[in-house]
């Protein structure tokens, strides 16, 4: 029933082209881009090479999928590659300020993304990750079908959802059929606290282990997900970060470095970034953007000046307990899981 709510209206006419980007390890890949598709008869296309934005963008204008369900690194690396270049110039940003043709030009550029795309589509899903709120606000602006879910490995895999026009942006959509979800917390609406998910989609246990089937599925059958979040009044949930990345400032307050990385990766030639701490200080590593530090023809002085700016700038914007000490160049891009979300255990020890 799940699958049906999320992909159902979608993908009606069969014969209709899907690409798979997920890993097929991975209970997201395989739900979504493989067991539904072949199901319900459309054509699944398999990328045979590392999936680049180049890559996937010629797969996007020779396939036309009809839907596209990735992570939001994926996503953003398109839009950021493809699209901000062309509107980020002057000319652009004067059209955009005139409200007598602002219209047209959110409408053109809107064609121009969805044409990036493939130009066949319904929807994209993004899901597996916090989506960037600058590529998120962009495409919200557009009025561009996009939405954004959340799920788990353990609730097969899906546990909220919301069709593009009836997203909240910044959301992660609401509990989908059978599926019940509440926040441990006094105030759910404004205090963060664990989401916590109950229905026919949460699995029965992990094979051959109580011990830990009891540890994140309580007495109550409710599934802790370890992730930290908060739901509006109308359902619509909103994810802080993760329970085991949350650092806590000398005065007690709790920082989610998950937010601080968004803000960092808007930020001049940073392609992505992971906040740590060391004591009471917070520590920015980031991964720069070499392509285009090259096509500017900026040495690693120039880079680091760069990224020095950039930490100026965002603790312009920050409470004083989660303001960045320093910023540390990562030369190589971090380490990540096959669903791309960074490994941040690997590098607690650095800075």
């Known amino acids: 029933d ?3 709510q999320v992909m ?13 980007i997920l890993p097929m390890a991975h209970m997201y890949g ?15 296309f398999f990328l045979t090479r590392v999936p680049s934005p180049a890559i996937i963008a010629q797969a996007f204008a020779d396939i036309k999928p009809c839907i596209i369900i990735a992570v939001p690194l994926i996503i953003e690396k398109i839009i950021r590659k493809r699209v901000f270049p062309k509107i980020q110039n002057n000319k652009m ?7 007598v043709i602002n219209k047209k030009v959110i409408e053109k550029i809107c064609e121009q993304v969805y044409n990036s795309f493939g130009g066949n589509l319904y929807e994209i899903i993004v899901g597996g990750a916090a989506f960037n709120q600058e590529v998120e606000s962009f495409m919200k602006r557009l009025n561009f079908p996009y939405t954004v879910g959340y799920g788990a490995t353990e609730c097969a895999p899906i546990i909220c959802y919301a069709p593009w026009n009836e997203f909240v942006a910044g959301s992660c959509g609401k509990a989908v059929a059978h599926m019940q979800v509440k926040i441990d917390s006094p105030d759910p609406q404004h205090v963060p606290g664990e989401i916590l998910a109950k229905g026919l989609n949460v699995m029965l246990g992990y094979y051959k282990n109580e011990e830990a089937t009891r540890t994140t599925i309580d007495k109550d059958g409710w599934y802790h997900t370890g992730d930290l979040g908060l739901i509006d009044e109308r359902g619509n949930v909103f994810i802080k970060g993760r329970s085991k990345n949350m650092l806590l400032s000398s005065n007690g307050q709790n920082i989610y470095p998950e937010e601080i990385e968004d803000k960092l990766n808007s930020m001049a030639l940073v392609m992505e970034s992971v906040v740590i701490q060391r004591g009471d200080k917070l ?3 980031v991964h720069p953007d070499y392509d285009e530090a090259r096509n500017l023809g900026l040495t690693n002085d120039d880079l680091e000046k760069i990224m020095e700016q950039n930490r100026q700038e ?24 096959p669903k791309k979300s960074i490994k941040r255990y690997l590098y607690q020890e650095e800075g």
């Open 283 to 285: 520590i920015g590593l």
């Open 30 to 44: 395989m739900a979504f881009e493989f067991i539904y598709e072949f199901i319900e008869g459309k054509h699944v």
């Open 8 to 20: 159902g209206k979608h993908l009606e006419k069969r014969g209709n082209n899907v690409i798979s």
């Open 93 to 99: 940003r004067l059209l955009l300020s005139m409200p």
């Open 314 to 337: 965002i603790n312009n914007v920050l409470p004083a307990y989660s303001k960045i000490s320093a910023m540390r160049i990562h030369e190589e891009e971090f380490a990540k899981t």
């Open 2 to 4: 799940f699958a049906c």
